[in-house]
């Protein structure tokens, strides 16, 4: 059975930092950080191939920061200068193993105070 968890959510003030980690209990290959605020729908926020190309969304882009060590099988997400917009729960989505099958991770609060 697939593990994904993720970790290091919480609140922040407006301009701070908060860096969040996601690890899977086997190989993994695309990477992806999605996020869902209240009564909206869940957004892409981020990718990493397994090779390290990545791509954002322009609301996060050159703020935040997508990474992974493939020896540990984990994905981080450095967020910087955030906004109340920000505030949401993030999820990692993680295609793991040879047949290359989604996960999710179980979510994971993150609220910026103005």
């Known amino acids: 059975q697939v593990q994904v968890v993720e970790s290091g959510g919480g609140l922040v003030q407006a301009g701070g930092s908060l860096r969040l980690s996601c690890a899977a209990s086997g190989r993994t290959y695309d990477m992806e950080w999605y996020r869902q605020a209240p009564g909206l729908q869940r957004e892409l926020v981020a990718s990493?191939?397994?090779?390290?190309?990545?791509t954002y969304s322009d609301s996060v882009k050159g703020r935040f920061a997508i990474s992974r060590d493939n020896a540990k099988n984990t994905m981080y997400l450095q967020m910087n200068s955030l906004k109340t917009e920000d505030t949401a729960i993030y999820y990692c989505k993680m295609a793991v193993g040879v047949l290359g099958y989604a996960y999710w991770g179980q979510g994971i609060q993150v609220t910026v105070s103005s």
């Open positions: 990493i191939t397994r090779g390290g190309s990545t």
